[in-house]
């Protein structure tokens, strides 16, 4: 169904107020314009700086009831009152068979005066057949007269209008070019499309604009700061972050199994199919610090996509109903960044099983497990954990989540890996280095641990205006108390628990 169908449906419907929630302004007012023009009714436009200004068609005659103004025989007319509330008591009173938008006025819904308009010219429509039209980016209706109202949202550009857009700016850059063609090929256009989706056709535009004319070309390099643009245009902040920097597994320390699983599903995530069942999520359970937070990352690296992080630390909110509202919103902008992948951090501290809360946690936890069961959306969650016997059961069990990984301690090589890895990140020399005796000495340490190992060994070694060597890096080992060893119980029954139940990442 197009969009001047279904609006033709509710003007229909006799609904006396209308709701638009929508950044295009322009679009919805030629998309009235076109529904409204061609029949008998009257097309009204108020807006605090313009006042009230009505518009029909030439072909029929043009009366407004009332004495104060001869409307007859005339196409238009501007009545400048910019007042709110006057120009709602002057279309109670002297206004018929017309469509009257408020342009922005979700200010003025505030005022118990104009609510009491509204409901009133709502309840009159019988008589006057007057529909009004709230017309604003963001609309918050009254209880007085919600049961009156309808709500009308303009629909989002599918695949095949983003490539036509696409499409047509580039002919515009060739003719303001000399008629040079946009480099391109099919596959970057077909990504562009697909990030593309869930913007408005004037974002959309103007994203493809930006990267057509910053080089005259359209390539997988102008992906990030495309996602990055959408999702600021999206207006999500606080509760959900945009993650520019992904990881690659290259720069993550063991992963072979949950490596494995993911290359193995991610064809099936970017191009859905019929045949097989799109991968849902993973929870990643383990010991801090052993590079939960960087799979995440790699994941998204791996597929290509962005990567979305849920905060739970800032998705509560002391408002009644504002943390349900926040987990809402969040996971919605999810959809529209789709496809995509949403990192749920340390998820056990924002989905607890107790009513210290009123039952907040609750909610939130149903929010998200509807969400889970009803999103179409490729949307890849990756839930990190460090005690998941705090979770509730019907989070993780099987069709919620596709698998659990256990992260352990890295062994051997995995721990040679990860101190070659910063070091090189630190661009230190690493041919004498003997990775072997690190790993031996470093047992039971943790993927943050070693690294933190690096790190004081180089101040040590800068001080000393020395190159970093083995010796000095075994000396910060031995220094070091390892989480293993402080918390050598706690950590020992949470391995001794995932052994038989969850899967090694590793």
Known sequence: MSDQHDLEMIL????PIISIHTHEEKRALRLLEKVVLPTTRILCTW????????TKNKDEPFELAGDDYNYDGVSSVDFSESNPTAALRHIKKKVTNAVIVFVDFHPYLDDAINIRLLKEIALDQAVTGNTVVLLSHDITIPEE??????????????????????YDEAKVWALK??????????QSIDLLVRNLQ????????????????????ITKADLPAVMKAKYSLLGQEGVLSFEYDTEEFANVGGFKTLIHWIEQRKETFLNPNSVLDAPKGVMLLGVQGCGKSLAAK????????????LDFGALYNKFFGETEKNIRESLKTAQLMAPCVLWMDEIEKGIATGDYDSGTSRRVLASLLTWMAENKESVFIVATANDIQSLPPELIRKGRMDEIFFVDLPDFQTRAKIFSIHMKKRLQSIDAIDFDVLSEKSVGFSGAEIEQAVVAAMYSANTQSEHLSTQQLLLEIDETKPLSVVMSEK??????WAKERTVSAH
Do not use: M
Not at 491 to 496: F, K
């Open 298 to 309: 790699a994941v998204a690296g791996a597929w290509g996509v962005p990567l979305l992080r």
């Open 491 to 496: 950590i020992s029954q949470l391995q001794t």
């Open 12 to 15: 229909e419907s006799h609904f």
């Open 177 to 186: 070019n000399d008629q040079k063609k946009v480099k391109t090929d099919q």
């Open 198 to 217: 869930g913007l408005t056709i004037s974002d959309a535009r103007r994203l493809i604009r930006n990267a057509i004319y910053n080089d005259g070309a």
């Open 47 to 54: 807006t605090i700086t313009e006042g009230l200004n009505c």
């Open 145 to 166: 007269f919600s049961r009156h109202c309808a709500k009308f949202e303009l629909s989002l550009p599918d695949n095949e209008k983003i490539a036509r857009i696409i």
